[in-house]
DNA sequence: ATAAAAACTGTGTACGTACACAGTTTTGCA
DNA sequence: TGCAAAACTGTGTACGTACACAGTTTTTAT
């Protein structure tokens, strides 16, 4: 802390140039002979330099722009959970010049997430933050971006044949078991499960409940499980027809004692149920938002998978400033752990997820 | 984050004084008129000045002394993470002058405490961290900093009748309470429980263990159940006497099927009942220690509940940076969340904790 | 061999704050 | 009223980096 730091103009000196060859290697901007570079180089290594944190950002001058593409949100929902997350980095480094814009597409139409990402393609920008629905659609935006050499940084999930700096996201196949695993501890009878996943135009489903399905499947093989297992209908475009769709489906399966929703939508089967007065059948959701912990504090839903998107928001953010701004090596691979949350844990949970990014 | 900033010379401008005098103003360090003061601070109100806090850190000439007071303690101890975290901090705030040192007391010995307590205020110092173990010499040694005006904050656990800066801790009766309802899940007869306490020198017990007792008696008694409850005895100054004190415990009392330790030496039970080869015991413990979490790989201790020793470190020592060099206002009581770890969870429950303090 | 171009190097400035210090005004008191 | 002391105010500098720009050396092409 307080023995003298080493600075730029030391470095200088020891290796016999000046300070502005010495920035040139720190920075990797060219135009220093290979004598010279070999000189600081040898320094550095000696002297172990870290650049004044305060100091770069002061004297910064070039203009960062970075985008974050996701699929549309309101405030409380998953993905806006992300973004607040983001924001959080934005607001630690407020002295810094650097611009922040959210692009978002219908993550329920393939067409438009396409659309969205051939428009980033034609905006100037540094960096790229990804929350990815569409696996191939999101492979060729990337491959376009790799060309560009615009790095890019996933949060939610990762996207395979791509090579972003960082990913950020939970592990969806352990969510999915975890969902199992739950549901088996909660279900004290024989009844059937009932698994709810939207389907979206253009493709099957979104990548991470696919994962999660196949978590929960691998699960109830594991344990030989024998319940009968049912696919209910979802409606993500048109949600006023979810509550006829519902009644169809339980007026042929009445013997369903426990939903899985791979989604964040488990609020809507939960006021579904409560519309009706179901009142024995389980069901866990993935997320905390705002709809799923109201109807986790009412107890319809048993248990909600917390994927930490605050988090991801958060690191992502920061590893990409670390990376673009302050040449700082960073981590690829990065997995949230999944918080299992019960209507006697959301409190104190949550107040604590706040304290933890607080200024 | 990219339109201008106000900054001091701004203010000085609209306010019609000198940039010393706006300083003065938001420094809080005197000799301003009343006129001056006022025509400042009207400013100030309107255009919400917010210091540029790169620039503060550079300028900043005063050099603080930070004293961290805890029981003593050796790598991976949950001390030790409490002072890891505090490192963290450090760490992030390395360009500021800064001098830190931590002072430990023998936490079985109320006499060493105050004698540390007492060198502690003969040190010229401008902020403690407390860790405090003996709830009247604390009060009393928080007493004599009060009127020194030296700030302090608490981890682990909060004192009554003091007035900290702010306080970091896990609620540690709900820490109790969770240990009641694990046992009671894991225990799948109605054998006897064991309860494992320190007693210390000069004083009956920690603060934390007699509320973690309490909770864990409350959970028994809500639950209405009846199970035998023995006290366990156990030596902590002299650990090596412990195994013959638990052989004796265990001739006695013959039906004990669950184990409850209240302190972070879980370890030290799991590690006799293997020594012994006893096996059909189920064992809780708290805090996620090198030994402890070995005990829980092996199998050998059920759960761990963990309190986040490490957040509480880098919480405190960041919001006392806050208070006292960037003058910003502080959050009081944060209640940290209790983490229930089991075999199965550890792995990537350790390797997320690590990445949120990554920088 | 010489000019032009390219490659390389050093110098100087801006960034916004904290704080020292010198300079100015007001107050207190005889 | 005068004069010292106290209270107040403004100016100037350091902090360490990024980067622009001017200046110097080396390379290339004729």
Chains 1, 2 share one sequence.
């Not at 944190?53 to 309101?74: A, D, Q, R, T």
């Not at 983001?86 to 607001?91: A, F, G, N, Q």
């Not at 004692?257 to 939960?270: D, K, P, Q, W, Y």
Request: hydrophobic residues 40%; glycine residues 6%; aromatic residues 10%.
């Amino acid at each position: 802390m307080q023995q003298k730091r080493i600075r730029i103009k030391d470095i200088a000196k020891l290796a016999g140039v000046s300070a502005g060859t010495v920035d040139r290697v720190v920075h990797n901007r060219g135009n220093v002979s290979a004598k010279s570079r070999e000189a600081v180089e040898k320094v550095l290594k000696e002297v172990n330099y870290r650049p004044n944190i305060h100091m770069s950002s002061i004297s910064l001058k070039k203009m960062y722009h970075i985008l974050f593409v996701s699929p549309k949100f309101s405030a409380g929902e998953y993905w806006d959970s992300i973004y607040t997350g983001i924001l959080r980095t934005l607001d630690e480094f407020e002295n810094i010049r650097l611009s922040f814009k959210k692009i978002t597409y219908n993550q329920y139409d393939v067409y438009d997430c396409k659309r969205i990402y051939d428009k980033v393609l034609k905006t100037k920008c540094n960096a790229v933050i990804i929350g990815s629905i569409f696996q191939k659609e999101t492979q060729d935006f990337c491959h376009q971006l790799d060309e560009k050499e615009i790095p890019y940084v996933f949060v939610d999930s990762n996207v395979e044949n791509t090579s972003p700096v960082a990913c950020f996201s939970s592990d969806h196949y352990t969510c999915g078991y975890l969902m199992g695993k739950i549901m088996n501890a909660v279900m004290h009878d024989n009844r059937d499960i009932g698994i709810l996943q939207a389907m979206r135009i253009g493709n099957e489903s979104a990548n991470s409940t696919i994962l999660r399905k196949n978590g929960f499947n691998a699960y109830l093989d594991e344990c030989g499980i024998e319940r009968k297992i049912h696919r209910i209908p979802f409606n993500a475009t048109e949600p006023e027809k979810n509550n006829d769709i519902f009644d169809a489906f339980f007026n042929e399966n009445g013997n369903v004692g426990g939903i899985v929703v791979l989604n964040s939508r488990g609020h809507i089967m939960a006021n579904y149920l409560s519309s009706r007065n179901i009142k024995n059948i389980k069901l866990i959701g993935v997320d905390l938002t705002i709809p799923n912990i109201a109807a986790l504090k009412k107890g319809s839903i048993s248990a909600l998978i917390g994927q930490n998107p605050k988090s991801q928001g958060f690191l992502a953010m920061r590893s990409l400033i670390e990376y673009l701004i302050f040449k700082l090596p960073i981590k690829v691979d990065n997995i949230m752990p999944l918080d299992i949350v019960t209507k006697e844990t959301i409190d104190i949970y949550s107040e604590f997820k706040d304290l933890v990014y607080l200024k």
